[in-house]
C-alpha cells in the first residue's frame, strides 16, 4: 500500500488577508512547489477568507470532499488562490480530487484561470506529485476547517 499523507489545514495570514493555510505532511501547500529560482507560488488557500461569501465557503468544502463536482470544465478543484482577490481568473493552482475506498487522491495539477485551457504545471521543477489522504482523517481536516468561524 502506498504511504499515506496528512492534512491540516492551520490559521495563517498572507499580509492583511486571515485564511486558513493548507498543510500537507506539516508542510504549507505552497512549498511543496518550487519554480526555477527556487520561489514558492504567492497563492493562498481559498478557505477561511474574513471576505469569503458562506455559500463559496461551502461550495469549496463539498469539492474538497469531492461530493459535488468542480465549476471548473477541467473538473479539478482550486487548492491555492490570488492572495489579493481569490478569483480563479487571476489564477490558481488546481487539483483534480479522488474519492478510493478508504482514501482520497489529489492528483493531476495544474495552473487555471477559468478563461483558457488548463495548463499541467510542468515549469515547476519541484511540484506535488500526488498526495493520498486516509478519508476519514482527510474529511475531520475539511469538515472541522469549515465548521471554524470566519477568520479576521
Known sequence: MEALNTIA???????????????????????????????????????????????????????????EPSELESGRVPVLVCEECGDIGCGAYTVRVLRQGDTVRWTDWAYENGREPAEPIEEWPTRPGDFLFELDSYEQAIREASARETLG
Not at 518550487?34 to 461551502?58: F, I, M, Y
Request: proline share 8%.
Open 9 to 67: 489545514l492551520v490559521p495563517a495570514k498572507h499580509g492583511k488577508r486571515a485564511y486558513l493555510g493548507i498543510e500537507v505532511d506539516g508542510v504549507p501547500l505552497a512549498h511543496h512547489f518550487a519554480g526555477r529560482t527556487g520561489a514558492h507560488p504567492s497563492k493562498v488557500s481559498p478557505l477561511g477568507w474574513s471576505s469569503a461569501p458562506a455559500d463559496v465557503k461551502a461550495r469549496i468544502v463539498e469539492q474538497l470532499l469531492a461530493r
